[in-house]
């Protein structure tokens, strides 16, 4: 029998970036900021000239800040890229692309990781300067590094992803470091004393994935009595962005909303899914899902705002349901 | 006995930053670069950020490299600040003014450091990646770091200079570091070759002092067989720019063409002094000291080459008579 759930405790989101940060947005204006903590991937983290980039909590934040290029869905708005261009003259290869404004970022926290301040500090720190008033916190304090493998061999996440553009097909993914790391104290009480769970339309492999391969975090989420919503990332067969759908083949999985619920197993309580999906609802449902279908592509500030709050109402009615 | 000065050697210039960098300019401008070795200060180096700042050897970089910013003397031309913003937000005291382009020199230094790289082999890359074609050398490979006593303490040269404006009087100055800092096998062998050593209108105990402060340093100089001759940094009784004048005096000395050379005692061979300390050509002589008298102040870019252009002739009479 599961815990009730605690119904005054915040809406924890698990997300990577740029698809993740859109349901953020939406949660953060739709939620009062202490109701809200968001849990980003460390997956994606990669050093870049000596400097500690951390995309997907970066994204969350300049997101949730208002910051962030709305186009790029990445970087600050308005941003310059002199620095990049130096670097290149230097003979650096500047195929990840750190702009001027973003470099203050990895500056500040490279020189804080050395100084020893747990990488939840320092994003707390950064989101504090940006104003951002809801929770943001980094999936682990340890270094674990999503690796892609194609038939070249063995890939960081970001080498895979931003300088060979996801060309080759995945054919695994791995998160080096993870059986090694562990959740923080901070995620562990979020996750104890959330009123939901909500896993963001994220890629499932290879953002989610490097939380739930921390040994101590899925158990965390299945100890937890909030209801565990996943927002489905792929849509009519195919991911919003990136490379989800082939990472789910990759893993010998479908990429529709039922290899979704393969990969997440015993973690979800409900899936939300788009209306291009809803020949699944039955399926979903015979394995015991709860179900919303609606309209899950967030292409503006209200589509966020829609989706965000359409899933909270959708979480409160699967809370009325706690199984054993 | 002196050796016989190499004539076919390269003009050496020991240089602090803006307006040592203007006499590098027009040198570089008027000699062959394979003519030219820079030895740059170190002694105003800091660690900004979790950054290493090498201010002196930029400068002097930049400017060879004609991207200076002409007005301010340092920094890149055409710069934006918007990290630097970005770290002000973000809590970090943001005093020293580091551009978005010239953080690309400063990351690109302390990645090369922290992996063991010698600061005289970070310069180089820096300067060839700028398609600077002469040398330019820090002066030691070794941390020295200059701080000025005040009413108030020490303070790190940079502290006294950008975060105070130097509004305190100087009390003293001494060179952090230097007693265990070796010079180079670089700048030994540039001094042992040159044809002649120049000793750019930098400040003298605070840009010039920490390289001779550098146990051996002082000695390739006298070994050398080349003249050498300093640009007095003192005109009509003030520095051109910064505190040299008031350093002087807090060294005991005079803040004219006198104290210069007693600054730098049995080192000079022959002092430039500018027109408007004429005065002083009789009294430099009875010390013996050749003396050109020229104007020194370089505003445009043809004073810089004038400057240069005489101080080369000069230079070149004084070879003529190696003393014992």
Redesign the interface.
Known sequence: MRPASNKSGPVVLLSGGVGGAKLADGLYRTLAPESLTVIGNVGDDIER???WVSPDVDILTYTLAGMVDAEKGWG?AD??F??????R????ETWFNL???D???H??R??LR?EGVRPTGIAA??AA??EVRCTVLPATDDTVQTHVQTEKGWLHFQEYLVRDRAEAAPLDVRCEGADEARPTPEVLSALAGASAILLAPSNPVASIGPMLAVPGFRDAMLRSGAPRIAVCPIVGGRSLKGPSDRMLKAKGLTADPMGVADWYGDLLDGMVVDEADAQFEGMLKERGLEVLVTGTVMQKARDRDGLAEATLAFARTCSASPKA
Chains 1, 2 share one sequence.
């Not at 002199?82 to 670097?87: C, E, M, P």
């Not at 003259?89 to 650096?92: K, V, Y």
């Open positions: 000239h000596g400097l600050f941003e310059t002199h620095a990049l261009a130096i670097l003259r230097l003979g650096e702009g001027d404004r470099l203050a970022t500056i500040l490279t020189r050395r720190r950064i300067g940006l």
